[in-house]
């Protein structure tokens, strides 16, 4: 957008930069619907997860009473 609409990009990076970015969003809402289906971003590698081992709970073995 910043190179297909430089005029737009200038615009809604000063409005962005003066307000919260939720009351941007839903001012804007239409719009920004538009222009990301026309200009699409392009897909960044997935990063791979790395999961963490499961933790071992101890057994607790009830003491009984006599």
Do not use: C, W
């Not at 839903?26 to 538009?34: P, R």
């Amino acid at each position: 957008m910043k190179k297909g609409d430089p005029e737009r990009y200038k615009t809604f990076n000063v409005l962005f930069s003066q307000m919260h970015p939720d009351s941007f969003t839903s001012q804007k809402l239409f719009l920004i619907n538009k222009l990301r289906r026309k200009y699409k971003l392009e897909k960044a590698p997935e990063e791979k997860v790395i999961e963490k081992p499961k933790k071992v709970k101890p057994k607790i073995v009830p003491k009984f009473k006599k």
